[in-house]
């Protein structure tokens, strides 16, 4: 089957889906802000595809993706706002604007002047649909280590940045010396207010590393996990299950995990 064929297919399963007579009631009764959570969710079970390797599972996936992209062209359309074909046109649109070097005559000396120019056709863009101001339209349902370093490179784009690495490391120390005080003093709010700063700071840490702080959380939240679960496992093949164990124990079968970590 054809790309078109297939994709006509899918588009008239969701009218199927969502038809008043012999449609699903479970579809019927959803609406976008009911859908978002499931949009969400499935743009991460494409990232996990992609981070196991498994081209079969990022097939599926990506499958997931695209009908939430169907579904919610589907509620568009019976509203008469737009429908698939629009969205598809308009991405097309775009994407042939802000490659002129590709589909134009643009040329550009470098790769920081294509991406200076880039950068100028999205503010563009933003300053046409009323979005004004350098942080303006950064999705406040992005995770928050994500828009804290979104917020961050827009922000240097006007030049409110620091000047380099070391400086940024400073400024983590600053704000880990501010909540150690916010601690000690005992107050709730400042605490978390300064814990936040703190976090804030290691997200623009790692954009002035060349990292991705979300990225560089989500495998460090996998190695903690590969690791707690082989504590499980060979806690139950020793003895005691963990919580029966003590601080002494726990620390030789940590050591153990990080060690076969190493080895695998």
């Known amino acids: 089957m054809s790309a078109d064929g297939a994709l006509g297919r899918l588009l008239a399963i969701m009218a199927r889906l969502r038809a008043p007579e012999g449609g699903c009631p479970w579809d ?143 400024k983590v120390t600053e704000e880990l010396a501010e909540l150690d005080a916010a601690v000690q003093g005992g107050d709730a709010a400042r605490e978390a207010e300064e814990l936040g700063d703190l976090l804030f700071a290691i997200a623009q840490w790692a954009r002035h590393l060349g990292l991705d702080p979300e990225t560089a959380l989500r495998a460090a939240n996998g190695k903690f996990e590969a690791r707690f679960r082989h504590m499980e496992s060979q806690a139950g093949v020793a003895g005691p299950p963990l919580a029966d164990l003590d601080a002494e124990a726990w620390d030789r079968l940590w050591v153990l995990a990080k060690a076969a970590g190493r080895s695998t």
């Not at 499935?42 to 939430?68: H, K, T, W």
């Not at 503010?123 to 992005?142: I, N």
């Open 28 to 170: 019927r009764e959803q609406s976008f802000e009911t859908i978002a959570p499931y949009t969400i969710e499935e743009a991460y079970e494409v990232a996990d595809a992609i981070a196991s390797g498994s081209p079969e599972r990022l097939r599926g996936e990506l499958g997931d993706l695209l009908f939430q992209v169907v579904f919610h062209a589907r509620l568009a359309e019976e509203r008469g706002w737009f429908a698939f074909d629009d969205i598809a046109a308009a991405i097309a649109d775009k994407l042939t604007q802000r490659h002129p070097h590709v589909f134009a005559d643009a040329r550009y000396a470098t790769a920081a002047d294509q991406t200076a120019a880039w950068e100028a056709m999205k503010a563009g863009e933003r300053e046409a649909a009323g979005h004004r101001g350098a942080l303006a339209d950064v999705p406040v349902a992005l995770p928050a280590l994500t828009r804290a370093a979104k917020l961050g490179r827009r922000a240097a784009r006007v030049g409110f940045d620091w000047p380099d690495v070391p400086a940024t490391r400073a």
